[in-house]
T-cell receptor, first 111, second 115 residues
């Protein structure tokens, strides 16, 4: 059974810092991995999608890496801003074509 | 192109009642998946519908059931509501081609409170 964990559970940083969020998964048989952002009480916004054959994806200040063999992914956020405050969810898409989500990292960027 | 829309946005029900949540899929998508997100946790997969049939189910009891209609919209029904059913219910649509789903798009969710 696939399990996804995320570290840290919560993070509070001053504006402008670079930060790294970590995700681990137990079964390397995944189709892809996605990072989502969720604002309080809202739905999910896809940030980055990494196919199982890829190593990383970049979008603006965000960079995500994937090491499938070790079951790890990281989300790097450069020059953090208060608007980045949200919960960040890591999810793996298995071959049954449903997502298994981690519990999320709650990020607070202080002005 | 329209996104995924869910209704209602908020709902309060009494323990033991039944509830129906609705989801309209994104234009061009033919598959709908439902997820339950309890407070402070990540979403949990409930089930997926493709071609109006259930195509995969998570660890949820039979009182959670669903439908998909010819226009690819979907309903999630929960019978005999329990307090632990209080959660944000998320719908996601995608385009299934052969064995692969593309373009997963999530709706904003329905917040269900059971009292």
């Amino acid at each position: 059974k696939q399990e996804v964990t995320q570290i840290p559970a919560a993070l509070s940083v001053p504006e402008g810092e670079n930060l790294v969020l970590n995700c681990s998964f137990t079964d390397s048989a995944i189709y892809n991995l996605q990072w989502f952002r969720q604002d309080p009480g809202k739905g999910l916004t896809s940030l980055l999608l990494i196919q199982s054959s890829q190593r990383e994806q970049t979008s603006g200040r965000l960079n995500a890496s994937l090491d499938k063999s070790s079951g790890r992914s990281t989300l790097y956020i450069a020059a953090s801003q208060p608007g980045d405050s949200a919960t960040y969810l890591c999810a793996v898409l298995n071959y049954g074509q449903n997502f298994v989500f981690g519990p999320g990292t709650r990020l607070s960027v202080l002005p | 192109e329209t996104g995924v829309t869910q209704s209602p946005t908020h709902l309060i029900k009494t323990r033991g009642q039944q509830v129906t949540l609705r989801c309209s899929s994104q234009s061009g998508h033919n598959t709908v998946s439902w997820y339950q997100q309890a407070l402070g946790q990540g979403p949990q997969f409930i089930f997926q519908y493709y071609r109006e049939e259930e195509n995969g189910r998570g660890n949820f009891p039979p009182r959670f059931s669903g439908l998909q209609f010819p226009n690819y919209s979907s309903e999630l029904n929960v019978n005999a509501l329990e307090l632990d059913d209080s959660a944000l219910y998320l719908c996601a649509s995608s385009l299934r081609d052969s064995l692969v789903n593309y373009g997963y798009t999530f709706g904003s969710g329905t917040r269900l409170t059971v009292v």
